[in-house]
């Protein structure tokens, strides 16, 4: 006896009806119908990662099954439960696999772009846990698993050295850096320009507040950025950090943002650093949380150490 199928039928066919006649008859497949394959394999994610924007991470999420490649706007497309690979190939596809991952990639908060989607590249440790979760395997980028070394191994020079101008201004004040503080400031400006947030825990005396007023004059002379930064610290450091940020920063704009008639400066067309309190900060948080700031300088970070308190949160 020959059986004819049709070709929408084919599937369905292969993985049932031919699997029930050839246990009850020498079933042969003649001619084209010897290459035709269906597919019955796990699918798995491939996601593809890379940096393509200082500050962001762009991935897109594709699939494979036994080797062959399978876009996701394939599956979007599928209307049963088989892709058409090619005139001769089929996948069944588990598509509740695949609505589980999607799932999984709303809670991850990324924003669709192009086709793909977008994180902030502070969350990559949170898109690494991500594809491990998925059971996912990651391609990436040549410029994103550089940022990876360089995070996971980052190594300072002693000799790094800031613009001319701020080096005449640290002889001009008797200034010698040490090589390690250039180191602190080479990693700080590292972060900044990879849009990375940083603690630096050198002990009492090292120089951490030079180091983060060098790294903050870096940041504004190498992007000529016209955003205000913000300095938090004690209420009994704040001229200190002041009179500091004029000695090495002679050119920056200061404001002490504190006491009852404090102004709102922010407005101003160019940069002003602010120098306030926790306190302060955190009772005018409404007003602070609509400036785009530039630096946001931790003095004392400790302050902030319990993460449910209401300063902790503003």
């Known amino acids: 006896a020959v059986q004819h199928v049709d070709r929408d039928k084919i599937p369905e066919f292969f993985l049932r009806d031919l699997v029930l006649l050839k246990r009850d008859f020498n079933a042969v497949l003649v001619d084209d119908a010897q290459r035709l394959r269906v597919l019955n394999e796990a699918i798995k994610p491939v996601v593809r990662v890379k940096s393509s924007e200082p500050g962001w991470l762009d991935f897109q999420i594709e699939y494979e099954c036994a080797g062959y490649p399978l876009p996701s706007n394939l599956l979007s497309k599928m209307t049963g439960e088989f892709v058409e690979l090619n005139d001769t190939t089929w996948l069944k596809v588990n598509r509740s696999s695949v609505d589980q991952i999607e799932k999984q990639l709303d809670g991850l908060g990324a924003t669709p772009v192009n086709g793909g989607y977008r994180l902030p590249i502070m969350e990559f440790t949170s898109l690494e846990e991500f594809i491990e979760k998925i059971g996912g395997r990651a391609e990436l980028s040549q410029a994103y698993g550089e940022f990876l070394d360089h995070l996971t191994d980052f190594r300072t020079d002693d000799s790094y050295v800031l613009s001319p101008t701020a080096e005449r201004d640290l002889t001009t004040n008797g200034i010698k ?115 785009p700031f530039f630096y946001l300088i931790l003095d004392e970070a400790t302050y902030i150490k319990n993460p449910d308190s209401g300063r902790t949160q503003a």
């Open 177 to 291: 850096l040490r090589p390690y503080q250039r180191g602190g400031i080479q990693w700080l400006t590292w972060l900044q320009q990879n849009r990375l947030h940083g603690v630096l825990a050198d002990d009492m005396g090292l120089g951490k507040t030079l180091q983060a007023i060098a790294t903050m004059r870096q940041g504004y002379e190498s992007t000529d950025s016209h955003q205000h930064s913000l300095v938090v610290a004690p209420k009994s450091v704040l001229l200190h950090w002041q009179r500091e940020i004029h000695r090495f920063f002679p050119t920056a704009r200061t404001y002490q943002y504190h006491g009852p008639q404090r102004q709102n400066l922010f407005n101003s067309a160019s940069p002003i650093i602010f120098i306030s309190t926790y306190n302060i900060v955190s009772n005018d948080v409404e007003t602070l949380s609509r400036v």
